[in-house]
């Protein structure tokens, strides 16, 4: 199971991210597939996972601990993250 969190820091033309992993369970050394896709973004980053600025794409991981992996996009609305956490 993951977590997903979404936060919306500006009201207008609201920027939106999901980001989901697959499997949704993610252990530690187990290698995982980060898939994001946004609304009204602009650009897209993540600090430690990807280099990768689109706003959508996949990545594979292989977390060595239960660090959430967060996706942060930014558009006319705003910053907003989503996350996904490891379990198990």
Do not use: E, I, Y
């Not at 997903?4 to 991210?17: E, F, M, W, Y």
């Not at 060595?64 to 996009?73: A, F, I, L, N």
């Amino acid at each position: 199971m993951h977590c997903l969190r979404q936060h919306d820091h500006n009201g207008s033309a609201p920027t939106k991210v999901t980001l989901s992993a697959a499997p949704a369970l993610l252990a530690a050394g187990q290698a995982a597939t980060l898939t994001w896709s946004s609304t009204n973004a602009t650009a897209c980053a993540a600090a430690t996972w990807t280099a990768k600025t689109a706003t959508a794409g996949t990545q594979t991981v292989k977390p060595t601990q239960h660090d959430p992996h967060t996706m942060t996009c930014t558009g006319a609305g705003g910053p907003v993250s989503a996350s996904t956490h490891g379990h198990g």
